[in-house]
């Protein structure tokens, strides 16, 4: 009799272990699942708050709101704008929205304006050369542009619209010997190309010439052109991601908005404006002097081709 209860008795520690053994593994893979899965919950949740624009700032300088200690314009060039994450002088006007990977440029009036104008940016410069402003293309040589952009935010006037924004343009110089030439202070050509951010729709400004029969000399002076009547694209864009490119081919350019829209300009002032030199120029150019006024550009992408 007492061997058999200590039989039944080894036969039921043994069932005890058995099930408490199988208990604990179905616990510790259900540990190591669970654990699992909120490892890869927190790996998404990190990777979906941390974005980056797609946008390579080594042939960009950036002109900034800001004062520089000579009283003009801030200007940051490659490769400290490379820093602008850190630098104390662009985190104010040119910043990272890391949830929506976007490259935000702030700009408001300020007493910090560039020459020609009266108006303040936070804008990008294109520099073919990182540093050096003295190298730029031609229409010969051609050139493209794409921003896919959005405005984030800007300031209403007294009458209930919203301010305008420069977003992109094509801005003209003089080379050295042109200048010389017509007896200019500097390498400042006319802008042959303006894109605005106008009442939520894209708006496009060019120039043309006075006088198509003007000498080459002649052309190299900033009253031989005149401002176009412009042109708005039907698309409204609001507050809402869109996409700009710029084609430029030899007497030829051409605006299109969202690949489904387009601007062509083709005439004797295109062909004519070969002439000049030319880069490109993206960001924020704030086009207000009024008092509380601002404006937020958020760049998504942006690159360039020659």
Known sequence: MKNFRKEIFGLLVIVFLSVNATCQEKTSSATDSSSKV??????????????????????????????????GAMNIEPPAILDYATDERLIPYMYNDSVN????????????????TKYTRSELREQMVPGDNNTNWTFADGAYMKGKLAMEDVSKSSDGKFHKVIIMQIHGRLT????DLIGQKDNNAPPILKIYWQDGKVRVKTK?????????EELLHEDAWDDDDGFTF????????????????????????????????????????????????????????DEGS???VKYYELEVKH
Not at 208 to 216: C, G, R, Y
């Open 176 to 179: 050295n010997e042109q200048r």
């Open 38 to 71: 909120e490892k890869k919950d927190k790996k998404k949740k990190k990777k979906k708050k941390y974005k980056l624009p797609k946008i390579d700032l080594s042939h960009w300088s950036v002109t900034t709101p800001e004062l520089n200690k000579k009283g």
């Open 234 to 289: 039907e698309q409204e864009v609001g507050f809402g991601k869109f996409i700009l490119e710029v084609k430029i081919s030899e007497g030829k350019m051409v605006v299109v908005l969202n690949k489904n829209e387009y601007a062509v300009y083709e005439d004797v002032s295109m062909r004519r404006w070969g002439i000049f030199e030319n880069y490109f120029k993206a960001g924020n150019y704030f086009q207000s002097r």
């Open 208 to 216: 043309k010439l006075k006088n198509v029969s003007a000498t080459d």
């Open 101 to 116: 990977g976007a490259l935000v440029f702030y700009s408001f009036p300020s007493n910090a304006t560039t020459a020609n």
């Open 294 to 296: 601002f404006a937020k």
